[in-house]
T-cell receptor, first 114, second 114 residues
Framework: DTGVSQNPRHKITKRGQNVTFRCDPI?????LYWYRQTLGQGPEFLTY????????KSRLLSDRFSAERPKGSFSTLEIQRTEQGDSAMYLC????????????FGPGTRLLVL | DAKTTQPTSMDCAEGRAANLPCNHS???????VYWYRQIHSQGPQYIIH???NNETNEMASLIITEDRKSSTLILPHATLRDTAVYYC???????????????FGKGTKLSVKP
């Protein structure tokens, strides 16, 4: 399968713990996006990478959140000191570079903070 | 905020065409119309996009009005597997690498019934 993959698919953690999610984009894509989706809402943009450079961060991305894409391939999203409000689906998408390049999404990581 | 308006929900009989409307009255000349859908607990799936001409692919057709203020996604022969939330999104494009993050609204929940 050559689509976007995300791991783990599900994560249950206790409040205050740190969690890390991984996204593997489509191999030739140099743009990578993270989104968050809460119940009943559409996905909301969190951050964007072009190759290894993080070019934009949403106001939703608090100081407890950090994202990396060290070699311009896979990306990780870490949440420190998780809170119950962090419970959501975390989605990753990738695209090529161009004027109308389509973003393709992974299956998401569903986080539950107890 | 999302720049599009969609009905909250729609029903369609299996085998019939599903016509999903979207209003984007403030669309700019450099914005494309994108459609995604999200089946329960999965990541969003790209369907189709267009700028001003009608478009068709193996999944659907996109009809954009001449003034570009609205569009309709057509699933020609809906099946039960087409039951999902459908998102209409307008996305800015320009040269120079706009990050082009997607702004999702709440979408239309399409229920295909036997």
């Amino acid at each position: 399968d050559t689509g976007v993959s995300q791991n783990p698919r599900h994560k249950i953690t206790k409040r205050g713990q740190n969690v890390t999610f991984r996204c593997d984009p489509i191999s030739e894509h140099n743009r990578l996006y993270w989104y968050r989706q809460t119940l009943g809402q559409g996905p909301e943009f969190l951050t964007y990478f072009q190759n290894e450079a993080q070019l934009e961060k949403s106001r939703l991305l608090s100081d407890r959140f950090s994202a990396e894409r060290p070699k311009g391939s896979f990306s990780t999203l870490e949440i420190q000191r998780t809170e119950q409000g962090d419970s959501a689906m975390y989605l990753c998408a990738s695209s090529g570079e161009g004027i109308a390049e389509t973003q393709y999404f992974g299956p998401g990581t569903r986080l539950l903070v107890l | 905020d999302a720049k599009t308006t969609q009905p909250t929900s729609m029903d369609c009989a299996e085998g019939r065409a599903a016509n999903l409307p979207c209003n984007h009255s403030t669309i700019s000349g450099n914005e494309y119309v994108y459609w995604y859908r999200q089946i329960h607990s999965q990541g969003p799936q790209y369907i189709i996009h267009g700028l001003k001409n009608n478009e068709t692919n193996e999944m659907a057709s996109l009809i954009i009005t001449e003034d570009r203020k609205s569009s309709t996604l057509i699933l020609p022969h809906a099946t039960l597997r087409d039951t999902a939330v459908y998102y209409c999104i307008v996305r800015v494009m320009n040269y120079g690498g706009s990050q082009g993050n997607l702004i999702f609204g709440k979408g239309t929940k399409l229920s295909v019934k036997p």
